[in-house]
Nanobody
Framework: QVRLVESGGGLAHTGGSLRLSCAASGRTFDAPGMAWFRQPPGKKQEFVATITYGGSESYYADSVKGRFSVSRDNAANTIYLQMDRLKPEDTALYLC????????????????WGQGTQVTVSS
């Protein structure tokens, strides 16, 4: 099992920035795939971003493309999400996920989840 702990959430103004981190511990070698999802208030969970284990390719939801950037540090077992030009619609609980397959966009491909970190963007 992999334990995931997110940090870095908080309150930001429209146009502002936040940087999220997710540190993994435990059997991380069983879960090389890592990704970010989010759950806006009253809505379903949605994919945000993922990155290949080697870091050469990253994938984003259309709604965040060009504003968010995902990266990872395998030596530290940590994945990051740099969020720039934030919008009120980015308000959500941001969840880190880890699983056996790299760079997957479906939540069902991940079997380890963090508790999430809240991001609130005011207009």
């Amino acid at each position: 099992q992999v334990r995931l702990v997110e940090s870095g959430g908080g309150l930001a103004h429209t146009g502002g920035s936040l940087r999220l981190s997710c540190a993994a511990s435990g059997r991380t070698f069983d879960a090389p795939g890592m990704a970010w999802f989010r759950q806006p208030p009253g809505k379903k969970q949605e994919f945000v971003a993922t990155i290949t284990y080697g870091g050469s390719e990253s994938y984003y939801a259309d709604s965040v493309k060009g504003r968010f950037s995902v990266s990872r540090d395998n030596a530290a077992n940590t994945i990051y999400l740099q969020m720039d030009r934030l919008k009120p619609e980015d308000t959500a609980l941001y969840l880190c996920a880890a699983g056996p397959l790299s760079a997957r966009r479906e939540s069902t491909d991940y079997n380890n989840w963090g508790q999430g970190t809240q991001v609130t963007v005011s207009s």
